[in-house]
């Protein structure tokens, strides 16, 4: 398994690039790469060609994985697609870096499913019945699926929650008090209290 922080959003409205906020002393792509690190994984950031040089600076260059450009769509998707065609054989534990309240205790529940329910092709938490799929984990099987799917021309959406239609997905409801851990932050006039 590899795990993958996803930094390659635009943060148009947050005008900054999420992942090099800092909280404390780490910037927010540290801090997530630090959660999944703590579950004993390997992991990776994915980044646009934009930010490389940007992130280059701050993480080791053979850490980060350019959105690969034979690929014809934009987004997370993007982001998770191209980690996959660089690692084909390897699940991928996924977050994205702007949920800096993420906790422990969700992601070791998101790898007791994955360890419990190995047939699913994904694995993702949901609230009122719809997915949270940046904090995920997506087999390679279902990948390579996907990637069929988008070599076809047959995937019609370049949604994560579209993708999630296509591949046998575990879905684990959150608890009321657990839907803090997804809150992303996307402006500035978000981030206080943090």
Same mark, same amino acid.
């Given at each position: 398994?590899?795990?993958?922080?996803?930094?390659?959003?635009?943060?148009?409205?947050?005008?900054?690039? %999420?992942?090099?906020? $800092?909280?404390? /002393?780490? @910037?927010?792509?540290?801090? &997530?790469?630090?959660?999944? =690190?703590?579950?004993?994984?390997?992991?990776?950031?994915?980044?646009?060609?934009?930010?490389?040089?940007?992130?280059?600076?701050?993480? *080791?260059?053979? +850490?980060?994985? %350019?959105?690969?450009?034979?690929?014809?769509? $934009?987004?997370?998707? &993007?982001?998770?697609? =191209?980690?996959?065609? +660089?690692?084909?054989?390897?699940?991928?534990?996924?977050?994205?870096?702007?949920?800096?309240?993420?906790?422990?205790? #969700?992601?070791?529940?998101?790898?007791?499913?994955?360890?419990?329910?190995? =047939? &699913?092709?994904?694995?993702?938490?949901?609230?009122?019945?719809? *997915?949270?799929?940046?904090?995920?984990?997506?087999? /390679?099987?279902?990948?390579?699926?996907?990637?069929?799917?988008?070599?076809?021309?047959?995937? @019609?959406?370049?949604?994560? %929650?579209?993708?999630?239609?296509?591949?046998?997905?575990?879905? #684990?409801?959150?608890?009321?008090?657990?839907?803090?851990?997804?809150?992303?932050?996307?402006?500035? &006039?978000?981030?206080?209290?943090?």
């Amino acid at each position: 398994m590899l795990g993958v922080i996803l930094c390659g959003g635009q943060s148009t409205r947050m005008g900054t690039d %999420k992942g090099l906020i $800092k909280l404390h /002393a780490n @910037t927010w792509a540290q801090t &997530a790469v630090d959660k999944i =690190s703590s579950l004993h994984v390997n992991v990776v950031l994915s980044v646009n060609e934009n930010q490389y040089s940007d992130y280059s600076e701050v993480f *080791p260059e053979k +850490q980060l994985i %350019k959105d690969n450009p034979e690929l014809t769509i $934009k987004g997370p998707l &993007a982001g998770v697609l =191209s980690v996959h065609l +660089q690692f084909p054989g390897e699940d991928l534990f996924v977050l994205a870096c702007d949920m800096p309240l993420m906790d422990a205790v #969700i992601l070791n529940g998101l790898l007791g499913a994955y360890n419990e329910q190995p =047939s &699913a092709e994904a694995y993702v938490f949901t609230r009122n019945d719809e *997915p949270e799929p940046l904090c995920a984990i997506y087999t /390679a099987k279902g990948l390579a699926y996907i990637i069929h799917l988008l070599k076809a021309k047959e995937l @019609t959406r370049h949604s994560m %929650k579209f993708m999630l239609e296509h591949i046998h997905t575990c879905t #684990i409801p959150l608890h009321e008090d657990q839907n803090k851990y997804f809150r992303n932050f996307n402006a500035h &006039a978000e981030l206080n209290g943090l």
